[in-house]
């Protein structure tokens, strides 16, 4: 079975922190990951993609190990409005089509 | 201008009824997908369909049938519902099949008395 792991949180933060999510991933064929993010009682948004060399966009960085399966998101310099539901996502062939597999998300609380 | 909407957004009902859910969107893309998220957060997918067409039916009781009339629209219908069917139903959209971004609706929460 496909299956995308997470800490489910809650991750408990100051303003200002740098926090760290990670997620393993058991399917070694994916062949593309994201991360996405899901506002409480609301519907989940693609944050950014992840690609085997490290990418960043503005205070977000995501990191991808594919030997280790395994996926990283670091949030720097986190804002009230960072709160929320972070889901690992991964890209996986199901019968023939491409699907989306979800972690269960971990959930970030970032307060005054 | 919304990208992709889902009606009812709010359902309460009784064991035993019939329901509809319905989404549309209106980003021209050619695929379509129905996800539950139950209470533990998860989300999985039900269904996918492309131009109208099933391509994906991820071992669902036969109770849920989806239906898509023209690729902008992709309804739900369960019958005989459970108390376990209680959950949010997402639906999304992509341009293509295997396109990584996929757009969704706010979600229709079902809850089963």
């Known amino acids: 079975r496909k299956e995308v792991e997470q800490d489910p949180g809650p991750f408990n933060v100051p303003e200002g922190a740098t926090v760290a999510f990670n997620c393993t991933y058991s399917n070694s064929a994916s062949q593309s990951f994201f991360w996405y993010r899901q506002d409480c009682r609301k519907e989940p948004k ?9 990418n960043e966009d503005g205070r977000f960085t995501a990191q991808l190990n594919r030997a280790s399966q395994y996926i990283s998101l670091l949030i720097r ?36 | 201008d919304t990208a992709v909407s889902q009606t009812p957004k ?76 209680s959950a949010v139903y997402f639906c999304a959209s992509s341009r293509r099949t295997g396109d990584n971004e996929q757009f969704f609706g706010p979600g229709t929460r079902l809850t089963v008395l």
């Not at chain 1, 693609?46 to 490290?54: A, C, D, K, N, Q």
């Open chain 1, 46 to 54: 693609l944050l950014m993609s992840v690609y085997s060399s490290g």
């Open chain 1, 77 to 112: 310099d986190s804002k009230l409005s960072d709160s929320a539901t972070y889901l690992c996502v991964v890209n996986d062939m199901n019968s023939g089509y491409s699907t989306l597999t979800f972690g269960k998300g971990t959930m970030l609380l970032v307060s005054p």
């Open chain 2, 10 to 85: 709010y359902l309460v009902t009784q064991m035993g009824n019939d329901k509809s859910i319905k989404c549309e969107q209106n980003l021209g893309h050619d695929t379509m997908y129905w996800y539950k998220q139950d209470s533990k957060k998860f989300l999985k997918i039900m269904f996918s369909y492309n131009n109208k067409e099933l391509i994906i039916n991820e071992t669902v009781p036969n109770r849920f049938s989806p239906k898509s009339p023209d690729k902008a629209h992709l309804n739900l219908h369960i019958n005989s519902l459970e108390l376990g069917d």
